[in-house]
């Protein structure tokens, strides 16, 4: 368990740690020299179990706020200490606000500096306090009176009782997600190199254990861990809730900046915009109106955003409501996160809340459904059931996705009633999670635009897969598209004939003579490779007039059994698929040009040009300055 002080400047927070643990946290010269702390302390102490108790010791100056939240956000237990001669104080205020705004559900209270108070004094105090902390999380929390500078020191005996029985009781965080480091100070030693030190908010880091993927985000460079310390002891783990020391190998000291993550590489994605649900203080406070400035702390950051209302054109003073905050950076966060807000000037908190979406859009940010899934965001970061969220997922929850929202805990994440787990064929398919009733809706809807097709081109075969797409769902996740036409298939509610997908019902027939006509020349155009016969050729080998040869040739290509690369060209579908795989191999990432391509097949750079054109035309490529790039969808062709 992490124990957080919060209280006014020199209400003895310094002071009683010493006493509980016998570590001196003021570190700076400076510090001893004025008598206060100006930078985060932690001292450890160990209890009965063998576990270690960590303490941190925050700045209780109003300047120095900043430093104060910074400890906070990874603290398990909050202790108000307020000095029996001064009693509340302002900081006393914004200490209690910010561990509130924090989501704090622990602490107790502790009037320090009994000995200069006589029993009236401490007894007015205690009722000042018990009227301060009413509706917070410190209602009904023990208070201890103690004088930590006494050697008579029941009450702060007391008080060590009460934090040891209170970590021992403590639900461990089992630490299932995602590992994540909010760093808060970074430094070399001599002999060691890099040294950064935070809390663990989440998952456990084994250097024993499987090699993790670690990245200093939001840069998202990869580093390596030579060595931990946990709670100031040596360690080969780092786990949840704890204070950690960590050696890094492979970046250098200038990197690194206080507020950074070490984590997981698939814990964040970096963005410059969140939304957040966002609560302001009832207090005398200006209202949090389009593009205002905040001063934003989360995590070890500090971090300064524009606010833009999405539920109203402003949000008041008392008021909760929704909030997207852009950056001028990008920055990384959780579903579920707290974060404190303080005043354009850094002067005054004035509210907090929690991360509702960590990547939000700068596009209709307003919409009906977008609100509404924030909405289910919310519910579902208090507890609620992953029905209500799949429930605005207009295309399901990609694990990956729901993984990076829950921070990589499986807790939680089974397939409710009438939901499942789908999976493609692709070796590389995430599983997706969708509702029954939103499948059908889905495959419904690619059927109607499949059918209406049909109607309108009654002798056309049907459509190609990205075509289908463009006219059905152009918006549609890559891996859902594939997922569904997958499914629509596997079900035969949608057929295919080489490139095409139909309606099982629908065919484009040849009458008797057409068809053995057909089946004289396809032979003929396969067997001319990637030079096949031109639609005169073909009329004389076959000795059919050349208008109808042309016409039967266009009817294949509507089935699906030929292309048509220019007028009176048509390639059989198998050696356009060899083609097409021949683009495929020469794709290094940058595409492919002309002149890879003539050389690779053997063809002149005319007809070499005329088929990557024809590529560029159906969608399985895209035209980049010189060079033709693989849009990267299934393309049926390609068998």
């Excluded at 955003?305 to 852009?326: C, I, M, N, R, Y």
């Excluded at 809706?441 to 990205?466: K, T």
């Excluded at 020349?521 to 004389?540: H, N, S, V």
Aim: hydrophobic share 40%; aromatic share 6%; proline share 5%.
């Amino acid at each position: 368990m992490i124990v957080g002080t919060a209280g006014h400047i020199d209400h003895g927070k310094t002071t009683l740690i010493r006493a509980l643990t016998g570590v001196d946290t003021d570190r700076l010269e400076e510090e001893k020299k004025r008598g206060i702390s100006i930078q985060l302390g932690y001292a450890y102490t160990p209890l009965p179990d063998g576990q270690i108790l960590g303490f941190i010791d925050v700045p209780g100056h109003e300047r120095l706020v900043h430093t104060m939240v910074a400890g906070a956000t990874g603290i398990d237990f909050g202790l108000l200490i307020v000095a029996a001669d001064d009693g509340v104080m302002p900081q006393t205020r914004e200490h209690l606000a910010v561990l509130q705004l924090l989501g704090l559900q622990a602490g107790a209270i502790v009037l320090s500096k009994a000995d200069r108070a006589d029993a009236a004094r401490i007894e007015s105090v205690k009722a000042e306090l018990q009227a301060l902390v009413q509706g917070s999380f410190l209602d009904n929390a023990p208070i201890f009176v103690v004088d930590a500078l006494s050697a008579d020191k029941p009450g702060l005996e007391a008080l060590r009782q009460h934090l040891h029985a209170q970590a021992m009781q403590s639900t461990k965080q089992d630490g299932n997600g995602y590992f994540r480091l909010a760093i808060d100070r970074v430094f070399t030693l001599q002999g060691h190199g890099t040294l950064v030190t935070g809390t663990v908010h989440d998952g456990v880091l084994d250097l024993d254990g499987p090699a993790m993927d670690l990245r200093l985000m939001p840069r998202g460079t990869p580093v390596r861990v030579r060595s931990i310390h946990a709670q100031n002891q040596a360690s080969r783990q780092a786990r949840a809730g704890q204070r950690c020391a960590l050696n890094l190998g492979g970046i250098d000291v200038q990197d690194i900046e206080r507020g950074d993550w070490l984590a997981d590489a698939r814990c964040f994605i970096p963005s410059t915009r969140i939304d957040v649900e966002l609560s302001l203080l009832d207090k005398d406070i200006p209202a949090l109106r389009t593009w205002s400035p905040w001063h934003i702390h989360m995590g070890a950051a500090h971090l300064t955003a524009h606010a833009v209302p999405l539920d109203g054109e402003s949000l008041q003073p008392g008021q909760t409501g929704k909030v997207q905050l852009v950056f001028d950076r990008p920055i990384c966060s959780m579903t579920g996160e707290r974060f404190i807000l303080r005043n354009a000037q850094a002067s005054e908190t004035v509210g907090g809340g929690i991360v509702l979406d960590p990547n939000a859009p700068d596009r209709k940010r307003r919409s009906t459904t977008r609100l509404a899934w924030l909405d289910a965001l919310a519910q579902w970061t208090r507890g609620g059931p992953l029905e209500g969220l799949l429930a605005q997922a207009p295309y399901g929850l990609d694990e990956a996705t729901l993984l990076r929202l829950s921070g990589g805990s499986q807790q939680g994440l089974s397939a409710p009633a009438n939901a499942r787990w789908h999976t493609g064929s692709r070796p590389q398919s995430q599983p997706i999670l969708l509702s029954d009733a939103r499948l059908e809706a889905l495959c419904q809807h690619i059927e109607s635009v499949m059918l209406q097709f049909h109607e309108r081109n009654p002798d056309e075969p049907g459509l190609s897969i990205s075509r289908l797409r463009r006219m059905a769902a152009p918006t549609m996740p890559d891996a859902i598209w594939q997922l569904l036409t997958e499914y629509l298939l596997s079900e035969q509610r949608l057929a295919q004939q080489g490139a095409w997908l139909h309606t099982p019902g629908h065919r484009v027939t040849l009458s008797p003579e057409d068809q053995a006509l057909a089946t004289a020349l396809l032979p003929l155009i396969e067997a001319g490779r990637f030079d096949p016969p031109w639609t005169r050729d073909l009329a004389k080998e076959t000795e059919a007039p050349e208008e109808q040869t042309r016409n039967v040739l266009r009817r294949l290509v509507r089935q699906g059994e030929l292309f048509q690369i220019v007028h009176d060209l048509f390639y059989h579908r198998r050696q356009i698929a060899v083609l097409a795989n021949i683009v495929k191999e020469l794709h290094s990432g940058q595409g492919v040009s002309a002149a890879q391509f003539r050389d690779a097949t053997g063809l002149g750079r005319k007809r070499a040009i005329q088929i990557l054109e024809f590529f560029d035309r159906v969608g399985y490529t895209r035209r980049v300055r010189d060079r033709h790039v693989l849009r990267g969808e299934a393309w049926a062709a390609a068998d």
